[in-house]
């Protein structure tokens, strides 16, 4: 079946550090990657997203690659900051369906 | 760009009584919606798929009777929580796809409905 598997947090870190937050899927045929980022108290709002492999998406600083070879879509950052505190969903969609199917997320805080 | 509207956005009511729950797409028509459901601290479990003018498809384990989803126009699909206990408290979450856009393109979600049974 289809499945995502994230990296368990909570994940805390300081401001401008490194970030992290791993995924790993597992797909029949190829499937497009997202990356969803909920907002305390909100609903979801697509964070970038990547159709093909080798596909890099990137938006406010995020990027991820989607890697065939290890079926990864890794969310990096390269110095985050107190807003960027959120709970982070890695979602795959197989080609020509429309169910999304997401990874348990991963709750963020950043530190001032 | 599309938009997504959930209506409330926060309810709290007693036992026993049913709650209806609005997802309007806004300047789109979808003829599929989805309905999530989030518990505290966990993923979004699909619940059902809304599909316009037929019967909705409801993931194993949902019940059909529980959860009433109606789509009755290409804006609009309700999720009506029947008789509410208290167990039925969650954030629940709609989606939808704008039929325009490109397969590899993701869904709209609205912002999400707190509901707490007292």
């Known amino acids: 079946g289809n499945s995502v598997t994230q990296m368990e947090g909570p994940v805390t870190l300081s401001e401008e550090a490194f970030l992290t937050i791993n995924c790993t899927y597992t797909?029949?045929?190829?499937?497009?990657l997202f990356w969803y980022v909920q907002y305390p108290g909100e609903g979801l709002q697509l964070l970038l997203k990547a159709t093909k492999a080798d596909d890099k998406g990137s938006n406010k600083g995020f990027e991820a690659t989607y890697r065939k070879e290890t079926t990864s879509f890794h969310l990096e950052k390269g110095s985050v900051q107190v807003s960027d505190s959120a709970v982070y969903f890695c979602a795959l969609r197989i080609q020509g369906a429309q169910k999304l199917v997401f990874g348990q997320g991963t709750r963020l805080t950043i530190n001032p | 760009g599309a938009v997504v509207s959930q209506h409330p956005s926060r309810v709290i009511c007693k036992s026993g009584t049913s709650v209806k729950i609005e997802c309007r797409s806004l300047d789109f028509q979808a003829t599929t919606m989805f309905w999530y459901r989030q518990f505290p601290k966990q993923s979004l479990m699909l619940m059902a798929t809304?599909?316009?003018?037929?019967?909705?498809?409801?993931e194993q384990g949902v019940e059909k009777d529980k959860f009433l989803i109606n789509h009755a126009s290409l804006t609009l699909s309700t999720l009506t929580v029947t008789s509410a206990h208290p167990e039925d408290s969650s954030f629940y979450i709609c989606?939808?796809?704008?039929?325009?856009?490109?397969?590899?393109?993701?869904?709209?979600f609205g912002d999400g409905t707190r509901l707490s049974i007292l």
């Open positions: 989606s939808a796809r704008d039929p325009r856009d490109r397969d590899n393109q993701p869904q709209h």
């Open positions: 797909a029949t045929g190829y499937p497009s």
């Open positions: 809304s599909n316009e003018g037929s019967k909705a498809t409801y």
